[in-house]
């Protein structure tokens, strides 16, 4: 498969990173000769300097044989046109762009069939979703929800005096009277699929699949306590946070508080979300906590468009007794790492979950959604099973992953979830949970017949997040 991506930013390096990881051949396209040359520095992939709207540029960066075009540049009309060529000049079959204005075409996203594009994705609503499904799970700790079941993936430190501990992968499964499986093992950095004689010791970071039912149970044999929040605190009212506000019904707005510094937004969003309170202050100020009583909240999101104001807020607040904390990152994601250290429950990084978005998009129409783990050495995803699929009629125990990925959860057609064991027979239309070593992508694709040519990308499924045009 080849890709040709406009933006050698942050996003487009993290994205082709991933792609060339997979074996997909890749070619980025700027107009910046210090980007192009940073990004060919950091990738291992072809990188040329051109404009996204310029004919000659497009074609010597590869579009006319390109099997998808994805624009990530930080103008939604670049980006929008740039797109229409690809689609138009050179025929190439999905084109995805990264648009931030909804003035384009309303709440409802693009209108229809504008300029040849298959997908848009709104990172700031991307963002968003990521957000409000980690409240509703009442998890903060690196929660991952999936789009068409009610499996969760989240992430287990584990302590010297933990029962986790010096035990191998089976014998915890034993031990642990829940649905669960032990997916991913990230041990000083590298991370792996382990078997059941895999031996997990302290310090390690476990990746664990679970039936929401069984949450409760695991969380308990690492000392938290599982509650969702119901009196949040939101510090900043950008893009993010009118999405997110948003997705809470009346009767849980009435419970949110708002901090804006800027007076006429403050005033715009009141009147908008008229059962949101809404204070025009700023959030350093002496006493704010006091005055506004924000210790009594069970959460607090601090969503400005500064990553330092967010980080330094979300672990101020945790020594004023708010109970957890997010904060949002969208420039530099070295803070995701440093917040490990801070006290902060859950760090959203903008850029993560629109290239995750991306992702799923180029890897064919059964794909529900895709998340990445452990700084993308591992990949988490719902799969839905064709007709035709090969596995179809196989018990997992005969489809050899060889140590490379395991097949973590089910969910029939019925809407039954289930952790399945080596006995479970595939059928049509299950959708299947796998996580999966990403540098054997290109392997566990070719094993279960998941197609990324260009007919399985033009799939015509709606999803939940981003907005596709018919």
Do not use: W
């Amino acid at each position: 498969m080849k890709v040709v991506i406009l933006g050698a930013g942050r996003r487009g390096i993290r994205l082709a990173r991933h792609l060339v990881e997979e074996n997909k051949d890749v070619i980025i396209i700027d107009e910046d000769v210090d980007d192009v040359n940073n990004a060919m520095s950091r990738v291992d992939c072809l990188a040329v300097t051109g404009s996204g709207t310029n004919l000659d540029d497009m074609r010597e960066a590869g579009l006319a044989d390109a099997d998808a075009f994805i624009a990530l540049t930080g103008s939604d009309e670049t980006n929008l046109v740039s797109c229409g060529i690809a689609a138009s000049e050179f025929k190439v079959p999905l084109t995805i762009a990264s648009i931030r204005n909804l003035s384009y075409g309303g709440s409802n996203g693009v209108t229809h069939s504008l300029m040849g594009i298959t997908y848009i994705v709104n990172p700031s609503e991307e963002a968003a979703s990521h957000i409000y499904q980690d409240i509703e799970r009442g998890i903060y700790s690196d929660i991952i929800s999936f789009d068409t079941t009610s499996l969760v993936l989240y992430n287990v430190y584990v302590e010297k005096d933990s029962q986790y501990a010096n035990r191998s992968v089976r014998k915890i499964r034993q031990e642990i009277k829940a649905n669960f499986i032990i997916a991913a093992l990230n041990r000083n950095g590298e991370a792996m699929v382990p078997s059941g004689d895999t031996l997990v010791m302290p310090g390690d970071t476990l990746s664990l699949v679970a039936k929401d039912d069984s949450v409760e149970t695991i969380l308990q044999t690492v000392g938290r306590r599982r509650q969702k929040p119901r009196k949040i605190a939101i510090v900043g009212a950008g893009e993010v946070t009118d999405f997110l506000i948003r997705k809470f019904t009346p009767a849980q707005q009435r419970n949110l508080i708002l901090i804006e510094k800027n007076k006429d937004t403050c005033e715009a969003m009141a009147t908008k979300y008229p059962s949101v309170l809404v204070l025009n202050a700023d959030v350093t100020s002496e006493g704010i906590v006091e005055e506004e009583n924000l210790s009594s909240r069970d959460l607090i999101l601090c969503l400005t468009d500064s990553d330092e104001l967010n980080i330094i807020t979300a672990s101020y607040a945790k020594h004023f007794g708010i109970k957890n904390s997010m904060a949002l990152v969208t420039r530099n994601p070295n803070y995701i790492r440093m917040a490990s250290h801070m006290d902060i429950d859950s760090v959203i990084s903008t850029q993560d979950v629109t290239v995750d978005s991306l992702k799923k998009f180029l890897h064919g129409r059964n794909i529900a959604s895709m998340h990445s783990l452990f700084d993308g050495q591992i990949e988490a995803f719902e799969y839905e099973v064709p007709k035709t699929g090969r596995i179809v009629g196989k018990a997992l125990k005969d489809i050899n992953m060889r140590g490379k990925g395991i097949i973590a959860g089910v969910t029939k057609q019925n809407g039954t979830t289930t952790i399945p064991g080596g006995l479970y027979v595939v059928q049509t239309g299950d959708k299947l949970v796998l996580v999966i070593e990403r540098r054997y992508a290109q392997t566990i694709q070719e094993l279960l017949d998941m197609s990324d040519d260009k007919s399985g990308n033009m799939s015509d499924d709606k999803t939940t997040n981003s907005k596709e045009v018919n």
